[in-house]
């Protein structure tokens, strides 16, 4: 089992930046994809930013490009999002999730979760 905790949620206003940090423990040997997801109320689970830990590569959500980055820190088996130039629209619960196999933006293919932390952006 993997164990996430994601923290750095808060109220910020528009423009302003938050950093949101997911430490994981547990069997982290068996991850292979990390991710950060969001989900706004009423609205489904959406695919935010990720990578893999073998490659460089990093992908992201077409309308958090340029704003957001995805990190790591290997030593602290931490992954941080930080967010720029926060919009009211990115309002929402932020999730962090892992899976064994290849990056996807599936949510569905995720096999650990973390309770999520709320980000809200004011107007």
């Known amino acids: 089992q993997v164990q996430l905790v994601e923290s750095g949620g808060g109220l910020v206003q528009a423009g302003g930046s938050l950093r949101l940090s997911c430490a994981a423990s547990?069997?982290?040997?068996?991850?292979?994809?990390m991710g950060w997801f969001r989900q706004a109320p009423g609205k489904e689970r959406e695919f935010v930013a990720g990578?893999?830990?073998?490659?460089?590569?990093?992908y992201y959500a077409d309308s958090v490009k340029g704003r957001f980055t995805i990190s790591r820190d290997g030593t602290k088996n931490t992954v941080y999002l930080q967010m720029t130039s926060l919009k009211p629209e990115d309002t929402a619960a932020y999730y962090c999730?892992?899976?064994?196999?290849?990056?996807?933006?599936?949510?569905?293919?995720?096999?650990?979760w973390g309770q999520g932390t709320q980000v809200t952006v004011s107007s």
């Open positions: 999730a892992a899976k064994r196999m290849v990056f996807s933006r599936d949510r569905h293919e995720y096999d650990y």
């Open positions: 547990g069997r982290t040997a068996s991850v292979y994809t």
């Open positions: 990578f893999t830990l073998t490659g460089s590569a990093t």
